[in-house]
């Protein structure tokens, strides 16, 4: 379980370990440790394992993404591990290289192509501009239709663990497509309090990763975005569990609740 401890991999571990399933996590901190940086530390993370859910930080579209990823994808099926699930992005050219890569190494795989998580306004990314009532981003007036982690976690589940989502590649999203504007408004009358949208232009965005340490390759995720072409909603969710997946509006109900953006 490659990213075992973050926003998908956390809650697939849940899932399989409830069904009785054994499950390794690959982080930095887990036992033995898995680093993408350092391949001295996959062989052992590797030991022993039947299946392999693959999360890469930060993008696998980034570079170098795609020969990191075919080495590791090479190792694992030499170490036994048939099963290869992969999380990939919706829309982003430079991921299907990575893709490529992983199916290059003649394992089992399945590829989940998402779109951008409900959870990053809760757990990461977007919840302190939340928290600051400031939604800051280069994405104009284009919208995204978010996907919900829960059925990420479902549909990678029954990947691993169905052999009829071998040699399958699906897209996520959920029901409906929102601006960021949208979700400015939804999140502003769940939490009683006023969250504003302000866009601006990907040269101020990319100015202000560099001055926060983050990668300025994030703009241009943000550039596939303004193009229009995740802007559709996809049935991969409905494919693969029979059902429609989750909606935003339930997700920030749900996210509330917990307290995570009160201030």
């Keep these: 379980m490659i990213g075992g401890t973050g926003k998908t991999g956390s809650r697939v571990a849940e ?3 409830a069904q009785g399933l054994p499950v390794r996590v690959g982080s930095r901190n887990g036992e033995p440790p898995f680093v993408w940086e350092d391949p001295d ?6 030991d022993g394992v039947g299946s392999v859910y693959v999360t890469y930080y930060p993008d696998l579209g980034f570079p170098g993404a795609a020969e990191t990823v075919g080495a590791f994808s090479e190792l694992a099926v030499k170490k036994g591990a048939r099963r290869l699930v992969l999380l990939s992005g919706r829309g982003e050219d430079g ?4 893709e490529n890569k992983l199916k ?8 989940v192509r998402a779109s951008w998580f409900n959870q990053n306004f809760s ?9 600051a009532g400031e939604l800051m981003l280069p994405t104009a007036d284009a919208v995204e239709p978010f996907v919900d982690v829960e059925d990420i976690a479902d549909v990678v589940t029954a ?18 497509s ?10 502003s009358q769940i939490t009683g309090r006023e969250i504003t949208y302000t866009p601006v232009t990907l040269d101020d965005y990319r100015a202000f990763l560099r001055e926060n340490g983050l990668p300025v390759e994030f703009a241009d995720l943000f550039a596939l975005i303004l193009d229009g072409r995740n802007a559709d909603v996809v049935n991969g969710v409905e494919e693969v569990l029979g059902r429609k997946p989750r909606d ?16």
Aim: charge should be negative.
């Design 159 to 176: 990947a691993l663990t169905d052999d009829r989502h071998i040699g399958r590649t699906y897209e996520l999203s959920g029901p409906r």
């Design 178 to 187: 929102l601006s960021f504007r949208d979700v400015a408004a939804e999140l």
């Design 104 to 111: 290059e190494s003649g394992a089992d795989w399945t590829v």
């Design 41 to 46: 530390t996959w062989e052992a993370a590797l």
């Design 15 to 17: 899932r399989l370990t």
């Design 123 to 131: 757990e990461s990314f977007f919840l302190d501009p939340v928290l």
């Design 248 to 263: 935003f509006s339930a997700f920030a109900k749900d996210a509330a609740a917990t307290g995570v953006w009160n201030v």
């Design 95 to 98: 991921a299907v290289n990575s």
